[in-house]
């Protein structure tokens, strides 16, 4: 665990320094990340998950394995809608993407669109993820909980945004639903990731009990949205 959290505390050092480095060149000019929305496009996108640990500022899934730890953890949590027009741009194990807020569910945002790192990327028609995050679907919506970085070089905003876990932090939702699903992986053959089709899936995972509380998550984020009392166990 100590080897795990000094780990942590580099990486995120590293992608504040990325951010504050090249986001200056995201500031002037985006270039879409067409490889990602070509990815997002095939019937079976082929994607790398590795489960070993969380990197950045991710929390680690046991670190918030109930729902009142994730939306205590949480510095915002919103929904939001990832557009087709929505800009995309490929960094370093990552994804830049552009979200519009449709509403604040905790805390608030500074303007109707901010900007979510999305911890994977594509290339080589192979996607590699951290942990169990999958990519925002083009034309949908989300319930996002998400952390805070203080970056002001997109678009003149105060922050950017990270989810607060790569297992736990984004929901699909239609018609205040959540319509997202989790992806078991039955085996890892013997190593820590594995090439899988996730398209239509929030997470991608080789464990039982993050599954499960995803699927127990979903229940309290579909109150949560419909403005009902939280029970936060």
């Not at 053959?189 to 979903?218: L, M």
Request: with cysteine; hydrophobic share 35%; glycine share 4%.
């Amino acid at each position: 665990m100590k080897k795990i959290k000094i780990f942590v505390s580099l990486f995120l050092i590293i992608g504040v320094s990325y951010c504050l480095v090249y986001g200056y060149g995201t500031k002037i000019s985006w270039k879409d990340d067409t490889d990602a929305r070509i990815a997002l496009e095939q019937e079976n996108l082929k994607m790398v998950s590795i489960d070993i640990m969380e990197a950045e500022s991710f929390l680690l899934p046991e670190e918030v394995n109930t729902f009142k730890k994730l939306y205590e953890s949480a510095d915002v949590v919103v929904h939001v809608r990832m557009a087709a027009e929505g800009k995309r741009t490929k960094y370093t194990q990552c994804t830049l993407s552009e979200v519009e807020v449709i509403d604040a569910l905790k805390g608030k945002t500074e303007a109707n669109s901010i900007f979510v790192f999305e911890p994977i990327y594509t290339e080589n028609g192979m996607s590699r993820a951290e942990g169990a995050y999958c990519y925002m679907e083009d034309n949908a919506d989300y319930v996002l909980f998400l952390r805070k970085i203080k970056c002001s070089l997109y678009e003149k905003q105060s922050y950017v945004y990270l989810p607060t876990t790569t297992a736990f932090s984004k929901y699909k939702i239609r018609n205040n639903h959540v319509i997202g699903k989790a992806y078991l992986r039955e085996q890892d053959n013997g190593i820590p990731y594995d090439a899988i089709s996730v398209v239509g899936y929030d997470i991608s995972t080789n464990k039982k009990e993050i599954v499960k509380q995803y699927e127990e998550n979903s229940k309290s984020v579909e109150s949560l949205i419909r403005g009902e009392k939280l029970v936060k166990k």
